[in-house]
């Protein structure tokens, strides 16, 4: 079956460009936006290059748990305006991932599907829920802005092999997709080498990333890249 890849929502996107095809949001911004994207996350950027500093960074961020924005840069520069926009203003938000999937507060997903593909290698319910109903509370308390983007990943072990199905809300083609292309990564990385410690003996391998977005959008101030 053929499955689109990084260039084939490349070339959607600058077709979109080209054809003026715009929307618009909530700040007045154009964009232009895939409505029900899915294909394989074969390379790390869609457009332009990923910024590694940042992305280790994040990651380190993630492994914390902290959900204050401040301790992205623990001091050394100002966060990224993206958070900035989502934080209230002592810099709280509610999308640190790795508190979402490792924190007992939320059910210790990672552990969870850990057990469940050691336990069960066919699985299909080896999920973690990023996504939770009462985000729509959350969201907006405090002065915060911010929705989660993420609903949920879920592993299979087929073929030798660990794939991920990434199910995203929305996606910021530029800063969004690096950015949580480097995260899921590396968690699939991390679960590749956990179980392979359980049962496989090094034998599995972390495989596809297959990426499925509600809405996947540039914003009018990456259109230069598009072009």
């Not at 879920?154 to 950015?179: E, H, K, L, W």
Request: with cysteine; hydrophobic share 30%.
């Amino acid at each position: 079956m053929y499955q689109n890849t990084t260039k084939d929502i490349a070339e959607i996107f600058v077709n979109a460009l080209e054809n003026e095809e715009f929307t618009t949001d909530k700040t007045g911004c154009k964009t232009i936006e895939i409505i029900g994207a899915n294909f394989l996350a074969d390379k790390p950027a869609i457009f332009g290059k990923p910024n590694t500093d940042y992305i280790d960074r994040e990651i380190d961020w993630y492994e914390s748990e902290s959900t204050n924005i401040n301790d992205i840069y623990a001091g050394e520069r100002e966060p990224p305006a993206a958070w900035v926009g989502s934080a209230d203003p002592h810099g709280n938000i509610n999308s640190n991932y790795g508190k979402l999937i490792y924190s007992e507060q939320y059910h210790n997903q990672y552990e969870s599907v850990l057990q469940e593909l050691n336990e069960n290698p066919d699985s299909r319910r080896a999920s973690m829920i990023y996504q939770r109903p009462s985000i729509w509370t959350e969201y907006y308390q405090g002065g915060k802005s911010d929705f989660i983007c993420t609903n949920a990943v879920t592993y299979y072990i087929r073929n030798s092999q660990v794939d991920a199905v990434v199910q995203m809300r929305s996606n910021d083609v530029v800063f969004g997709y690096r950015n949580d292309f480097a995260w899921q990564e590396y968690v699939l990385n991390c679960l590749t080498s956990d179980i392979n410690k359980e049962l496989y003996h090094g034998t599995l391998r972390a495989g596809n990333i297959f990426w499925q977005v509600q809405n996947l959008h540039v914003y009018e101030r990456h259109f230069d890249l598009v072009k």
